[in-house]
């Protein structure tokens, strides 16, 4: 008897277990416990949500139920004692003049969590139009420091999914010492003319993959950053904006390498740049970009379609003497299919002291309609392969000289 009854307890138990699996706690925000009111502030009720939530033995999940909610701040910090989820199915909106934030460079943070999940099809809205008018970082090196819509840092094993982040202040996203993160089925939207608007940025972290993401803003839609390592971009479409980027590179002393990078399927629309590597030539130390591949890219009206940069000195005057000192090694351009909106199509300029090596142009296919030339392109300190295209987009043109430093 006694055997049976333990028996039938432990059952109960194993089913009471699996139940608990299958459907996370879920610490909804507008439930009487923490009382979150569409049309109020739920700072401190997601901030109570999270906590309790973190500090559960059992998977857990936070849900913003559908609604537009104001959010002055947020920071969602682990570890965490589960696997954790935030499920936001509503709008959280920022307040449009940041004012006083605990931390003045973020409004919504993600810190030190294992195996966390931000979903939901809701939107992070930034509310940045006025902060794009007071914007000056361009010119004033000391300039206030201006709030990031999501910030990722220190998390690892995530998805970061089905989610639109809309007219942040500075960058939407930015993926600070992560590993092994997806982001996908993101929408990412600022309008053209919005000042550093990047989509999404990743700096020092390994095993990220951006996949089937719409992503349209007044920068770079992706930048790899320093330290990246095994980073796909997949499926993503970007546009308007200033295109997929590698960098900028070199700007501060002792950067890190930046290996393995795969940009894929992607297409690009009316953007000032398509597939770019940046670098600045005054760099303070040496560092390594390698094996960077780019395939299957369709252009569409893109301003500089192929571009290497290393001569990269936006607004401010750099001293353009020294080359710069990162070496790029082992990159390949292949399928590569559109139209450019300039007759330089392809434009490869390398550092004059570290030339670029490994360089592989294979199958690109890309048109120029207007009036300003016919098609080209340029080649400097690099000797790329070239195979399956037109001469006039095989460096057709190559300069050793100092080029002229490149404006944006
Ligand atoms: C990410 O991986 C790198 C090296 O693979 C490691 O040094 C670092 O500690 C990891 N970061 C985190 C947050 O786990
Ligand atoms: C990212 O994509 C690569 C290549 O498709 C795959 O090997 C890797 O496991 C993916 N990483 C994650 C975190 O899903
Ligand atoms: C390429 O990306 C688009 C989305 O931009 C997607 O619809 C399509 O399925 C992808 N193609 C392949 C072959 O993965
Ligand atoms: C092509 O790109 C240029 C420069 O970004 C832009 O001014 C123009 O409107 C675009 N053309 C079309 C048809 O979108
Ligand atoms: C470049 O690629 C070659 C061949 O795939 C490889 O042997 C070499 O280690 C790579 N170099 C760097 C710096 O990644
Ligand atoms: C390049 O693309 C154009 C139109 O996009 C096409 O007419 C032409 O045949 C292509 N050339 C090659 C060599 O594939």
Not at 183 to 205: K, M, R, V, W, Y
Not at 279 to 298: G, L, R, V
């Amino acid at each position: 008897m006694a055997l049976k009854l333990s028996f039938l307890a432990m059952i109960l138990f194993l089913l009471l277990a699996s139940i608990a699996k299958a459907h996370p706690s879920v610490f909804d925000v507008t439930s009487a416990t923490y009382g979150a009111k569409p049309g109020s502030d739920v700072s401190k009720a997601l901030a109570k949500a999270w906590s309790d939530a973190c500090a559960s033995p059992l998977a857990s999940k936070v849900v913003v139920p559908s609604g537009t909610y104001k959010l002055k701040e947020a920071t969602f910090k682990g570890p965490c004692k589960a696997p954790i989820e935030m499920q936001v199915r509503g709008t959280l909106q920022a307040p449009a003049n940041a004012g006083q934030l605990t931390r003045p460079d973020t409004w919504v943070g993600f810190q030190y969590i294992d195996m966390l999940t931000l979903s939901g099809g809701g939107t992070f809205d930034g509310q940045g139009a006025l902060a794009w008018g007071q914007n000056d970082c361009h010119k004033n090196k000391n300039c206030k420091p201006i709030p990031i819509n999501l910030r990722f840092e220190f998390i690892t094993n995530s998805r970061v999914q089905d989610i639109t982040s809309l007219n942040s202040k500075n960058f939407h996203m930015h993926v600070f010492r992560c590993n092994h993160t997806t982001f996908q089925h993101l929408t990412i939207t600022a309008p053209d003319e919005s000042i550093n608007t990047d989509g999404i940025h990743i700096g020092a972290s390994t095993g990220i993959n951006i996949t089937h993401a719409k992503i349209g803003t007044g920068d770079d839609c992706v930048s790899i950053g320093d330290d990246s390592h095994q980073i796909t971009v997949t499926d993503v479409t970007c546009g308007p904006g200033h295109g997929i980027s590698i960098g900028s590179l070199g700007r501060y002393k002792e950067e890190k390498d930046v290996t393995g990078i795969i940009v894929k399927n992607c297409t690009l629309t009316n953007t000032q740049n398509g597939v770019r590597i940046k670098t600045w030539p005054d760099s303070p130390s040496p560092s390594t970009a390698s094996d960077i591949h780019y395939e299957d890219i369709i252009m569409v009206n893109v301003s500089n379609p192929i571009l290497i940069d290393q001569l990269y000195c936006p607004y401010t005057r750099c001293d353009q003497k020294p080359s710069s000192k990162v070496k790029i090694n082992n990159v390949s351009f292949k399928n590569i299919k559109g139209s450019s909106f300039t007759p330089l199509a392809v434009k490869l300029v390398c550092s004059r002291g570290v030339p670029c090596e490994n360089v592989e142009l294979a199958g690109i296919n890309l048109t120029y309609g207007g009036d300003q030339g016919p098609l080209t392109s340029l080649c400097s300190n690099v000797k790329p392969t070239i195979t399956g295209m037109i001469k006039a987009l095989g460096c057709a043109t190559s300069s050793l000289a100092p080029l002229p430093l490149s404006k944006k």
